[in-house]
């Protein structure tokens, strides 16, 4: 396959209420959706409600974000800053303990290990950044009916604000749906989506020690290493139903 393009990133400054957030690496692609996304994950929001207006200043690069919601920026700033590893790097005000207090998922949802892996290769096929570049993350909600929504960006966290960002601005709900991903599983990224409530997760790699440990004290089905024919089940939630071999659970 001939590649045409770079990945893109842009430092974007993100100010809330006018007061400065941090500067992140984005990609410009969906940045209301990333805006929406990284505000409910960080608990800045509840729902697309909370957000009165989202505007984009091309020249200096800030995205100004309007708040409704009696937001308290010395509340905010008052927390640890915890930076997240790998490419885009963001930043996160959730510690370990402060995600081990979320709510615990309660999902009937299921789907065979099969069907993980026929939807991760569609996921693949339908990453239009990633064929044009070989350098993006991407991360896909699956619904109910089959259907999947997908965004990318530079960075792994990124893209999982993004399609959480697209799932609350679309009043979308987490118990029926999966969520994919091309990137690493670390607590962080564990973290946004325990937040959100997805009950299952896939990765086309690997996911933490961390991340499988705090996966199963909040009752989340994950799955990595989605290629092919197989994967690596590290939960044992029950959501994940192992139709193909190997599907190696790992007793981490």
């Not at 200043?57 to 930076?83: I, R, W």
Request: with cysteine.
């Amino acid at each position: 396959m001939n590649r045409k393009g770079c990945p893109d990133e842009y430092p974007v400054n993100l100010v809330l209420n006018g007061f400065e957030v941090a500067v992140f690496q984005l990609t410009k692609h969906d940045l209301e959706d990333w805006a929406y996304g990284y505000l409910y994950s960080e608990g800045w929001i509840e729902s697309a409600v909370d957000v009165h207006t989202i505007t984009f200043d091309e020249k200096t690069g800030s995205l100004h974000v309007s708040l409704g919601n009696g937001f308290d920026p010395e509340q905010m700033f008052s927390k640890k800053k915890h930076y997240t590893a790998g490419c885009g790097r963001g930043v996160t005000f959730f510690s370990m303990t402060d995600v081990k207090n979320f709510k615990k998922i309660d999902s009937r949802a299921t789907c065979t290990l099969s069907y993980m892996l026929k939807k991760r290769s569609e996921f693949a096929q339908n990453s239009p950044f990633y064929l044009e570049t070989g350098g993006m993350h991407g991360a896909c909600i699956i619904k109910e009916d089959g259907s999947m929504e997908v965004r990318e960006d530079i960075g792994r966290h990124n893209a999982v604000d993004k399609i959480i960002g697209y799932a609350i601005r679309n009043h979308l709900k987490a118990d029926s749906l999966v969520l994919l991903t091309t990137g690493r599983i670390s607590y962080e990224m564990l973290s946004k989506a325990a937040r959100f409530g997805f009950p299952i997760i896939g990765s086309r790699t690997a996911a933490t020690k961390q991340a499988i440990q705090l996966a199963k004290f909040l009752n989340i089905e994950v799955a990595g290493y989605l290629r092919g024919k197989m994967a690596t089940i590290y939960t044992s939630a029950g959501r994940i139903i192992p139709d193909l071999t190997p599907a190696c659970p790992n007793n981490i």
